[in-house]
């Protein structure tokens, strides 16, 4: 099927108004620059029950990182927590651009949410977000009885590039040893760099993201070659997808990174068999976090939300 109507709308206005990165905008400044002078949508922020700014430490040697919290509208002690990256390729987007999904989030999970502010490339390139996002969850795990969350109901979650880095922090988390995480939520994830899957050629241009972003957004991200090997940039190197999280993978038709979140959903629900994967049909890469104008983002979101519910439960 074509991209669904609205869908479509929306995709005319958001590809006419986005730099074309890696080909006109070859700078990562720049890129900010223009993205944050386009007017803003004003919308009404979702109610919750309170919203804090954080700065917890880092990893060894690097700044403290900065997190915003978002408690459920209706909340007691002892809630689950989501640690969640926002997309944006690792070069763009930040915490007020992800504030409306997180706000979202947190009352459809019933979890206490914790948004990283991670670094971003090109300036601080791999493995800098990375190693932000596990030492974030580090300290959720260490510290989350005192913001009255549950050390024992830890989910991570992610949109695209933020998707990379909750399969990777959970990867990690796995191979350090700890702290356990109960769930990971992957939206559309930018998982491998080499980007040679049926979807790139089928999707490449005309959907919003193109292959020419998604090629940029890498470049910056990378220090060498051999990052790209690396299973902490490129989760679907890893050999062994064993001991991982239940996960929940969705995707999009028209989205050239489909492709290689559904193999990774493939791959972690042969190696452990608690993985769902779920393609959206008629929908391109960013619709999940749009939800006041497209009737699918609303039901993905619902969906998602209500899955990590159940799997962040008490048992």
């Not at 917890?56 to 990182?65: K, L, Q, T």
């Not at 990777?168 to 700890?178: F, I, S």
Request: charged share 25%; net charge negative.
């Amino acid at each position: 099927m074509p991209l669904k109507p609205e869908a479509q709308v929306i995709v005319d206005v958001g590809s006419a108004a986005f730099p074309a990165l890696g080909t006109e905008v070859l700078d990562a400044a720049e890129a900010r620059r223009i993205l944050a002078a386009r007017p803003a949508v004003r919308v009404d922020s979702i109610p919750v029950g309170q919203v804090e700014e954080r700065l917890v430490p880092g990893p060894v040697g690097a700044p403290e990182v900065r997190v915003r919290m978002y408690w459920p509208a209706e909340y007691d002690a002892d809630l689950p927590v989501v640690m969640f990256c926002h997309g944006g390729g690792f070069v763009i987007c930040d915490l007020d651009s992800h504030d409306q999904l997180c706000r979202a989030m947190s009352n459809g999970v019933g979890a206490i949410v914790v948004s990283v502010d991670y670094r971003q490339a090109p300036e601080h390139r791999f493995p800098a977000a990375a190693e932000d996002a596990y030492a974030v969850l580090k300290w959720i795990a260490a510290q989350a009885s005192s913001f009255g969350g549950d050390p024992a109901r830890i989910g991570v979650a992610g949109d695209s590039s933020g998707g990379n880095l909750a399969a990777v922090t959970a990867l990690l988390a796995r191979d350090r040893n700890g702290p356990v995480i109960a769930h990971q939520l992957l939206v559309y994830p930018m998982l491998d760099p080499a980007r040679d899957t049926v979807s790139y050629r089928e999707n490449a241009y005309g959907y919003f993201v193109t292959d020419d972003h998604l090629r940029w957004y890498w470049e910056q991200y990378l220090a060498s070659a051999a990052d790209a090997d690396n299973l902490y940039a490129a989760p679907p190197r890893a050999a062994d997808l064993s001991r991982l999280p239940p996960a929940y993978v969705i995707t999009a038709e028209f989205d050239p990174l489909r492709d290689e979140g559904e193999a990774y959903g493939r791959r972690l629900r042969d190696a452990d068999g608690e993985t769902v994967t779920i393609r959206y049909d008629g929908q391109f890469h960013g619709f999940f976090s749009m939800a006041d104008n497209l009737p699918d983002a609303k039901d993905a979101a619902d969906q998602a939300f209500s899955t990590v519910r159940r799997a962040l439960a008490k048992p």
